[in-house]
T-cell receptor, first 111, second 112 residues
């Protein structure tokens, strides 16, 4: 099945700095790459996604980039704010119906 | 607005008890999933279902079973609860492979 590796497991940045989280996948047939944010005590929610026919997608301060050759996709958060502090998950897509998530990155934005 | 609702937010059960965790979604989604979330271990898939009465094992099915008698409802069953099943359990649903997954609010289960 799909193997999804996510790095780093923890990330601490100063407010206003940028944060980058990377996911590597193994299934070359994957074509959908979402990122989820889980705030403390809340459920994970989709924040941005990208499909394999584009290389980058932006939504205000967040962006996702895809490198299909290298089989990795990354979440970029610019001008980080304290409310960006959360756990972020990438998700792999496979030929199976199962949804496999990365192990999560705990982002801490220091004010 | 999609709603995935789990029957309990917090649950405390005794070792050896049979435990039922219920999940209901209101968007007619085909696929439903049960995950377990532990610190540092991410979201681990226990079981999933892609149709009524259909189920497939995920990565950590041991000690669990599931039931999907109706499309909107997916139940996770702990046949004989053990302390190592103390965890946060999250249900999710989706309408297909390449689509957003929607999560329930989670059930924090403590087995004593």
């Amino acid at each position: 099945g799909e193997n999804v590796e996510q790095h780093p497991s923890t990330l601490s940045v100063q407010e206003g700095d940028s944060a980058v989280i990377k996911c590597t996948y193994s299934d070359s047939a994957s074509n959908y790459f979402p990122w989820y944010k889980q705030e403390l005590g809340k459920r994970p929610q989709l924040i941005i996604d990208i499909r394999s026919n584009v290389g980058e997608k932006k939504d205000q301060r967040i962006a996702v980039t895809l490198n299909k050759t290298a089989k990795h996709f990354s979440l970029h958060i610019t001008e980080t704010q304290p409310e960006d502090s959360a756990v972020y998950f990438c998700r792999g897509d496979t030929g199976r119906r199962a949804l496999t998530f990365g192990s999560g990155t705990r982002l801490q934005v220091q004010p | 607005d999609v709603k995935v609702t789990q029957s309990s937010r917090y649950l405390v059960k005794r070792t050896g008890e049979k435990v039922f965790l219920e999940c209901v979604q209101d968007m007619d989604h085909e696929n439903m999933f049960w995950y377990r979330q532990d610190p540092g271990l991410g979201l681990r898939l226990i079981y999933f279902s892609y149709d009524v009465k259909m189920k497939e094992k995920g990565d950590i099915p041991e000690g669990y079973s599931v039931s999907r008698e109706k499309k909107e409802r997916f139940s996770l069953i702990l046949e004989s609860a053990s302390t190592n099943q103390t965890s946060m359990y999250l249900c999710a649903s989706s309408d297909g492979r390449n689509t957003e997954a929607f999560f329930g609010q989670g059930t924090r289960l403590t087995v004593v």
